[in-house]
């Protein structure tokens, strides 16, 4: 009797510490993002359960914030110790990130585990690299081409765009369709930072010297480029003026088959699909004297200060590289997955319209990054108010760029 | 003592309440506008005042106090003209005249990010009520918001038709105050309405003018969401303001330091724009005694 006493509770013991250990090899991390907002949220679950079925030792807690806030809720959260273990960020923020010691180096995480880097987009890879070290995986890519209105081509007999166009065939060809109509429009490209510091790099400009330690915002190859693109507006008037736009959008004056071309990202697509009810398709942006696509990312990273270290690398790596979330991903057409999985890019290009997919990879060997500075976001601001200032004719492009130039040397921090 | 102590903690919850969330933040603020802190690298570092000397030398302060100027130029004598008038008409005792009283104060219930949604809409150039009533006029409206000049006034529109309900509410409690038998002795000898206004009500309003006056200078400097929602600061900076330069400083540029020297920058310039008011009040407020 007493032995039968003392042997059940030897197995109570036993069962206990049994399941104490089962509980604390489950582990939960928290995870932040804002990519999936929206729409995508289903698809970002069903990403979960796989991973969860895959690792019946990680629990991942997945919180979704708009675009809008996020950035605000993330700095409070890491101002206040409660940093998520996991969380996406831009490329345009995650220079800051990795430059202020926020985020976690993960080369070490990546040789413990045997990370496979010939799986990863290698450009979306590199992208999250700061001071030669990986600081984030790639979440998903996307980049900008034209998309142009096959109708009014036609209707303007003009031959559609091609990878070898220039800026001036492009310009031949909106002047063309502009002239269908009063209220059709040639091409809408935003006179803006985020598309400068790239039109610029198709006229062999950039905004900083080489080794990024100077401005050279009012160079002349810069200034013939923001010539060009204001002609476009109050030249030729190919491009509607703000007043013209008023307030419509450039995605809704596509949609609404008044727009010949339209310079915007590879996530426009969905929205293209369902709105369009004409027959579109895309090609690689023109250059001038070189070519130069957009390219941009979001990358998911680890906070500095989680003890879960380990498992939150688990969860970002099969969302960044697993053929699971990939595939979930292409079927969704919720951007572009960063891998090389050839089935995963097969079924991509297979999913039309627009029929020249291919032509998202093609951009992809003319890639400019946005440029890695802690002040991006002030930076962005400055600019574009001196590119509106030479849109909307309240300056010519050299006394914009001149203030720019004189504005961003006073301001910001190279 | 037992006495003191039961006052005290009956004061208990709204001093933690003040000292929790007015007294902490507005000394923390005071400190982080000495230091440079850039909120997710670390804790903040003291650099003493160089962002004040940053901010008073920087390009940028002339254009947000242009700005403001500008706002207040043309939004303070709009705002009094608009209110009295409303404030006049709503103190006829016309039948039904609550429901009337109850439509002017509705915008000022209605949340700011929703009304500058919908001014953005009246504003716009090509579809927008505004200008397609001036269109009546044979005048062709300019395209507000997105044209420098205009940007300001189409936040001013939109800040009168928000605010008047408000202000008008004050200047009706005001005229409602002044003694009728004044009016009885005017109208004795035979003085005309426009007379009465301008010798009997404007006289006994303006305590109400000058309380009015002083809540609409400091909300001008703290003019925010309207200017958020319709043109979030452009066209090219046109509508940059204090409120939204602190915003951006402290939430999208990562500069909590500069953004706290800009906080009590602001404070200063309310402050003394007060004090003036306050001071200058003796040479036109007319108190009733």
């Known amino acids: 009797m007493k032995n039968l006493k003392r042997f059940m509770v030897l197995s109570l013991l036993l069962v206990l510490c049994l399941s104490f250990t089962a509980f604390a090899q489950v582990v939960t991390i928290d995870f932040l993002n804002f990519s999936s907002s929206g729409d995508n949220e289903v698809h970002l679950e069903k990403m979960r359960e796989i991973f969860e079925a895959q690792n019946p030792n990680i629990k991942v807690n997945i919180q979704t914030i708009g675009y809008g806030d996020y950035f605000v809720r993330l700095m409070t959260s890491v101002v206040a110790g409660t940093a998520p273990d996991a969380f996406e960020l831009n490329f345009e923020n995650f220079a800051a990130y990795a430059m202020k010691g926020t985020i976690m180096p993960l080369e070490e995480l990546m040789e413990k585990t045997g990370f496979d880097t010939s799986v990863s987009d290698p450009n979306a890879l590199a992208a999250f690299r700061s001071d030669g070290k990986q600081y984030g995986l790639p979440f998903s890519f996307s980049n900008v081409i034209v998309l142009y209105n096959k109708d009014l081509f036609d209707q303007a007999n003009v031959p559609y765009p091609n990878s070898d166009w220039t800026w001036a065939d492009q310009l031949d060809a909106a002047i063309k369709i502009r002239a269908l109509g009063e209220d059709i429009f040639g091409i809408f490209q935003p006179i803006q930072f985020h598309e400068f510091y790239k039109v610029v790099r198709q006229n062999g400009g950039r905004l900083f010297n080489a080794d990024m330690t100077k401005f050279t915002v009012n160079t002349p190859e810069n200034v013939e480029t923001l010539q060009y693109m204001v002609d476009r507006v109050q030249k030729y008037n190919v491009m509607p003026t703000e007043e013209q736009l008023s307030g419509m959008g450039d995605w809704d004056l596509f949609a609404a088959g008044r727009l010949g071309m339209l310079v915007t990202g590879s996530w426009a697509f969905p929205y293209m699909m369902e709105n369009c009810d004409f027959d579109w398709d895309i090609a690689v942006e023109p250059g001038n004297t070189a070519k130069a696509t957009h390219f941009f990312a979001n990358g998911l990273v680890i906070n500095k200060d989680t003890d879960k270290a380990e498992a939150a690398f688990e969860w970002i790596k099969f969302l960044s590289t697993s053929k699971e979330a990939a595939e979930i991903r292409v079927q969704a057409g919720w951007e572009l997955p960063a891998v090389t999985h050839q089935e995963i890019l097969d079924l991509y290009a297979a999913t039309t319209p627009p029929e020249s997919k291919s032509v998202i990879f093609e951009s992809l060997q003319y890639l400019v990054t946005p440029p890695v500075i802690e002040q991006f976001g002030e930076l962005s601001d400055i600019l574009g108010r001196h590119l509106g200032d030479a849109r909307d004719g309240f300056v010519t492009p050299q006394e914009a760029l001149d203030a720019a130039q004189a504005e961003l040397e006073s301001r910001i921090t190279l | 003592m037992g006495k003191k102590l039961t006052i ?7 001093l933690v309440g003040l000292v929790l969330f007015s007294i902490i933040p507005i000394g923390t603020s005071l400190y982080l506008s000495l230091t440079e802190w850039d909120v997710i690298g670390g804790p903040p570092k003291f650099h003493g005042l160089k962002n004040y000397v940053q901010i008073l030398q920087s390009e940028e302060m002339g254009r947000i106090l242009g700005n403001t100027l500008y706002f207040i130029v043309l939004y303070i004598p709009l705002i009094l003209t608009v209110s009295i008038l409303v404030a006049l008409l709503l103190n006829n005792p016309y039948k039904g005249i609550g429901i009337y009283r109850t439509i002017y104060y509705v915008p000022v219930l209605t949340s700011w990010v929703a009304a500058a949604l919908l001014w953005k809409w009246l504003l716009n150039a090509r579809y927008g009520a505004v200008n397609a009533i001036l269109g009546w006029f044979g005048i062709q409206g300019p395209s507000w918001l997105q044209d420098k000049a205009w940007a300001m006034p189409g936040v001013v529109l939109s800040s009168i038709w928000k605010d008047m309900g408000y202000f008008s509410l004050i200047f009706l409690a005001g005229l409602q105050g002044i003694d009728k038998t004044y009016y009885e002795a005017a109208e004795i000898d035979g003085a005309s309405s426009f007379a009465k206004f301008r010798y009997i009500t404007l006289p006994l309003v303006t305590p109400t003018l000058f309380f009015v006056m002083v809540i609409c200078i400091i909300n001008s400097f703290q003019l925010f969401p309207q200017v958020m929602v319709m043109t979030e600061g452009g066209p090219g900076g046109a509508t940059q303001v204090f409120v939204e330069r602190i915003y951006n400083y402290a939430f999208r540029y ?36």
């Not at chain 2, 005290?8 to 709204?14: E, M, T």
């Not at chain 2, 990562?254 to 009040?281: D, E, H, N, P």
């Open chain 2, 8 to 14: 005290f903690l009956f004061l208990l919850p709204s």
């Open chain 2, 254 to 289: 990562y500069k909590m330091g500069y953004a706290a020297s800009l906080s009590w920058i602001l404070f200063a310039f309310i402050f003394v724009a007060t004090i003036i008011q306050l001071r200058m009040q003796k040479r036109w407020v007319h108190y009733d005694s």
